[in-house]
DNA sequence: ATCGTATTTTAGGCAAACCTAGAAAATTTT
DNA sequence: AAAATTTTCTAGGTTTGCCTAAAATACGAT
């Protein structure tokens, strides 16, 4: 149990900082370096910020070695995961933005929406359980759903998949899987494997076959069919 | 002709400070004194961001009189009403919430959202001219409606009128005169303008009166029939 | 015109986030 | 096991936005 310390809303620095730590390690711990690289902040920004978690409860925090998220801290991060995501989704379905386009906008207002906002879009939206990259949405009672997937990197010459979902968030990326027709939902056959550098070639429904260099693949995530 | 100057976005403090002076004033010039309460901060910020406003070329401002917005912060205003009023009908109409509870969330979304968003919700509600509470929306052009409404405060008895505007956004005042119907659309005759306490009594379509003290009916802006 | 009150400004502080430069610790290479 | 490199922390500084207390100015009333 955690004292109740009715605190005032967090920042958007801070949840940014929880969402970040959450993102790599689940339960595991955060190393400055990559929170420094994520959030785009010097390093001496990132040891002043995990003093400031530890003292508010959110993390636990060793010196030299990194952060990890309290109870409490991992509660915050999935409430602002959960609007991120929904954001995203209504974004898409009821705005009409590019699927590349969505988070950058939902980055800034998971800070700004309310419970009450966010529960109504969540309504209005049918309660969906997937975001437009196939990342599961956390309930509102802090619940987030197993993902049975798996890296396209790993897959097998001739496994045919389905893609679940596309773990990158930089608009780049997103608009060359786009452009590709490589987005949750399509089917596709594992032509290749490339040992020596990574390169996975898949064909897809329509007979195309495209190459994706070893990150990329890593982060488009499948399930076999 | 101001200076580009191509400035970083301005901040939520800088922005609610310019929609307050263009509030009261229009072109006139607002008292720090209006300022401070009705942002809720005391006299010494009000005067610290005055200068800094003149700084950024968004307001005229001189010591002990108050400010007028240069035409860079009536744009910019302009800007943050436009989008406050577009997220106040869209809130109502999409997202359901109650009449009176649209502004509170409207005054932290005007911060965080995008051009680009705005003109989709824009959009979406088919280019709407009027908010919620009547209040003209400005034109993505920087255009505002002329408003041709008198206060029902200064109405004669026996005057049919229809309500055009209600000029208050706080949620006190505006569940009391949601609660009476007393909403954008109605049709009212005048039954009694007191002199002494400036109290209006008003009958509404469906027989009904309401009395209304001298501020509220003063907020109540209404249009002959 | 002067007094008293109300308003506004100045002075001095504080907290949140960021930064750069340099010291200290950890890790990797030789 | 040193040395070289990388990572992290500390020290000190900046900007934004707020505050209280006290001084300066303006205004309204005698
Ligand atoms: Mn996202
Ligand atoms: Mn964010
Ligand atoms: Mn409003
Ligand atoms: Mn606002």
Do not use: C
Request: glycine share 10%; proline share 5%; hydrophobic share 40%.
């Amino acid at each position: 149990m955690v004292e109740p310390k009715m605190s005032q809303p967090l920042s958007s620095s801070v949840g940014d900082y929880l969402k970040a730590v959450w993102g790599l390690a689940g339960p595991g711990v955060a190393a400055p370096k990559y929170l420094s690289s994520r959030l785009s902040v010097s390093s001496a920004s990132v040891s002043e910020m995990l003093r400031r978690l530890q003292e508010l409860g959110l993390v636990e925090y060793e010196r030299y070695r990194g952060a990890s998220l309290t109870e409490e801290g991992r509660a915050e991060a999935l409430r602002l995961v959960r609007r991120h995501r929904l954001i995203e989704t209504f974004l898409l379905e009821h705005l009409g933005y590019p699927w590349e386009e969505v988070h950058e906008e939902a980055e800034r207002l998971e800070h700004a929406v309310s419970d009450n906002f966010t529960e109504r879009v969540a309504q209005l939206l049918g309660h969906p359980d997937r975001d437009p990259h196939g990342a599961p949405i956390p309930g509102a009672d802090g619940t987030l759903a197993r993902e049975d997937s798996r890296p396209l990197s790993g897959a097998s010459v001739g496994d045919r998949v389905r893609i679940l979902r596309v773990g990158r968030e930089d608009t780049p990326a997103l608009t060359h899987l786009q452009d590709r027709g490589l987005v949750p939902g399509r089917v596709l056959r594992v032509e290749e494997v490339r040992g020596l550098d990574g390169v996975v070639t898949v064909e897809d429904e329509d007979g195309v076959s495209h190459a994706l260099g070893g990150v990329l693949a890593a982060s488009v995530l499948v399930r076999g069919l």
